[in-house]
């Protein structure tokens, strides 16, 4: 079976600092990871995606995740945080289980302070 | 913006009722998604429809139901609808049926229950 942990609901930080979303998965095969936003009232967007390639995986907009396999993990990180990246994260698993389902984390909430 | 279109935008009805919404998938995409997104339950993926066929299927009630047509476009079903029910509905599509293939996201349907 698959799941996807995001542990963080909530991140606070401020402009010009880093940002770190955690996100665990669990899964049966290899999986495929990835990172969406959802901006208020918007769908969502691509930030990134890991398909068994390089575990360091470059964004849009300065994000950028790397695969850890032997810790289960996605981690979302960006150097230095803007205004604009105020929005929902998405970690999100899919895999061979039952016809690649896709499971979405239960999001996290990053506030970014002026 | 994506590419993929979903109308309504918005959708006010009574309990009890039936409704339909649309999407229709980036152009050359062969497979759609269906999610309901609610505060209570998170993004959940619904139903998977690869070239016309179901292809996977996520926490669909019984009440819901799609379909994928020759034009790739897709319908999803809602009937005897529940105040429960009201959430953002988002289709996805793919090019493919591989899990490493990104989905892109429409704008979503806000479903609203009376």
């Known amino acids: 079976a698959q799941s996807v942990t995001q542990l963080d609901s909530h991140v606070s930080v401020s402009e010009g600092t880093p940002v770190l979303l955690r996100c665990n998965y669990s899964s049966s095969y290899s999986p495929s990871l990835f990172w969406y936003v959802q901006h208020p009232n918007k769908g969502l967007q691509l930030l990134l995606k890991?398909?068994?390639?390089?575990?360091l995986v470059k964004g849009i907009n300065g994000f950028e995740a790397e695969f850890k396999k032997s810790e289960t993990s996605f981690h979302l990180t960006k150097p230095s945080a803007h205004m604009s990246d105020a929005a929902e994260y998405f970690c999100?698993?899919?895999?061979?289980?039952?016809?690649?389902?896709?499971?979405f984390g239960a999001g996290t909430r990053l506030f970014v302070k002026a | 913006d994506s590419g993929v279109t979903q109308t309504p935008k918005h959708l006010i009805t009574a309990t009890g009722q039936r409704v339909t919404l649309r999407c229709s998938p980036r152009?050359?995409?062969?497979?759609v998604y269906w999610y309901q997104q609610s505060l209570d339950q998170g993004l959940q993926f619904l139903i998977q429809?690869?070239?016309?066929?179901?292809?996977a299927k996520g926490n669909i009630l019984e009440r819901f139901s799609a379909q994928q047509f020759p034009d790739l476009h897709s319908e999803l079903n809602l009937s005897s609808l529940e105040l429960g029910d009201s959430a953002l509905y988002f289709c996805?599509?793919?090019?493919?049926?591989?899990?490493?293939?990104?989905?892109?996201f429409g704008p979503g349907t806000r479903l609203t229950v009376t």
């Open positions: 429809y690869y070239n016309g066929e179901e292809r």
């Open positions: 999100v698993v899919r895999g061979l289980t039952g016809g690649f389902k896709t499971i």
């Open positions: 152009s050359g995409d062969l497979s």
């Open positions: 996805a599509s793919s090019p493919r049926d591989l899990s490493s293939y990104e989905q892109y």
């Open positions: 890991y398909t068994s390639a390089a575990t």
